[in-house]
């Protein structure tokens, strides 16, 4: 029920996200949060948000990977757009919905690396919030894989001569039900290494409530540290004590994020 529900919210925005797009309408960027939330909603996932999110654009916000459902975790707390590898431009139904959300995707060929980090820089200089994870891959919901200084790159320049914003966030799914998320039942949410993408989907149908806990950390900019991979260092330690702390339930109580 809850994929046809999905599939019937889905399928008639997305003419009205692309003629926002190609119109270049500002509902191409407002459109995205309101769905983001409603498919959350549809989904069964309680986000909840701690700390204060930046504004205003452009911010380049970093953190850790858990799964496909941190897209409209993320995408219905923060107006912008994803960066993402290469590979989901050519996903089925899913790839689409990433393009028309105007997703940079970006290659691990070196060769296309100058070209990726100019198409970053004109978002930004455009005003769009761009959301990243350094580690370059999902993982298990528990550890945060070492983040990728190279991806960092587009935070040596400025914006409006001012040093780009960068704000580390943690994301942590916590519950199931009305019971707390125990190690065990981490790849019921966590999607990573070879899991198939439709009998996970399927499973998190099956789950009910899901509770999700976005933790937003102090800004940075590359102007407080030495060069781009301390500061990707520092943006991994406090992502990862961040992931902790919601894991173990360590965080102060927060209000549920905005719903649409």
Not at 1 to 29: D, E, H, I, S
Not at 50 to 57: E, F, I, K, M
Not at 95 to 111: H, N, Y
Request: hydrophobic share 50%; glycine share 8%; net charge positive.
């Amino acid at each position: 029920m809850k994929a046809v529900l999905y599939l019937a919210f889905t399928v008639p925005l997305m003419p009205v996200q692309l003629v926002a797009a190609v119109l270049g309408l500002r509902l191409a960027r407002r459109l995205p949060v309101f769905y983001h939330r409603r498919v959350a909603r549809l989904l069964g996932i309680d986000v909840v948000a701690t700390g204060r999110q930046v504004t205003p654009a452009p911010v380049l916000f970093v953190g850790n990977h858990v799964s496909y459902l941190d897209i409209c975790v993320l995408g219905g707390l923060i107006e912008g757009s994803f960066v993402a590898k290469s590979e989901i431009a050519g996903w089925p139904f899913f790839g689409w919905l990433a393009k028309l959300q105007r997703t940079v995707f970006v290659e691990r060929r070196a060769a296309r690396a100058r070209h990726q980090r100019d198409e970053i820089s004109a978002r930004l200089d455009a005003g769009d919030n761009l959301i990243l994870f350094p580690e370059g891959t999902s993982d298990d919901g528990i550890h945060v894989l070492p983040f990728r200084s190279a991806l960092f790159a587009v935070a040596e320049r400025e914006v409006a001569g001012k040093p780009l914003v960068v704000q580390p966030f943690s994301i942590a799914y916590t519950q199931i039900g009305t019971l707390p998320m125990v190690r065990d039942w981490q790849p019921l949410c966590a999607w990573y290494g070879d899991m198939g993408l439709g009998g996970h989907l399927w499973r998190v149908l099956g789950l009910g409530r899901i509770g999700a806990q976005v933790v937003f950390h102090a800004p940075v900019s590359l102007a407080d540290f030495p060069d781009r991979k301390a500061l990707a260092e520092h943006c991994r330690r406090v992502v990862a004590e961040g992931l902790a702390a919601a894991n173990s339930g360590r965080l102060p109580a927060a209000e549920p994020a905005p719903s649409a």
